[in-house]
């Protein structure tokens, strides 16, 4: 089993910025991709950001304003959000593959007021 837990969400103004931290634990080995998805009230769960061996993908609403990393040392993917617009309110989830299974964060809160 895998457990993430993703931090780092709240309120910011449009224009603002957050980063998004999603921490991994438990059977990592030979963890594989990770990525954060979103999902806005009324609306279905979408992409934003992957990364898989250091290569990144992003959803073209985001990009040029959102930047993936990860850290494996620590078992860490990370999302840098800037100018954010009220459209990217959502909670953001993070997802990680293991062995042909996937697994969820909880989930965290973004934001962005007008």
């Known amino acids: 089993q895998v457990q993430l837990v993703e931090s780092g969400g709240g309120l910011v103004q449009a224009g603002g910025s957050l980063r998004l931290s999603c921490a991994a634990s438990?059977?990592?080995?030979?963890?594989?991709?990770m990525g954060w998805y979103r999902q806005a009230p009324g609306k279905q769960r979408e992409l934003v950001a992957t990364?898989?061996?250091?290569?990144?993908h992003y959803a073209d609403s985001v990009k040029g304003r959102f930047t993936i990393s990860r850290d494996n040392a620590k078992n860490t993917v990370y999302l840098q959000m800037n100018s954010l617009k009220p459209e990217d309110t959502a909670v953001y989830y993070c997802k990680a593959d293991r062995l042909l299974r996937t697994y969820w964060g909880q989930g965290t809160q973004v934001t962005v007021s007008s």
């Open positions: 438990g059977s990592i080995f030979n963890l594989g991709a």
């Open positions: 990364i898989a061996s250091g290569i990144t």
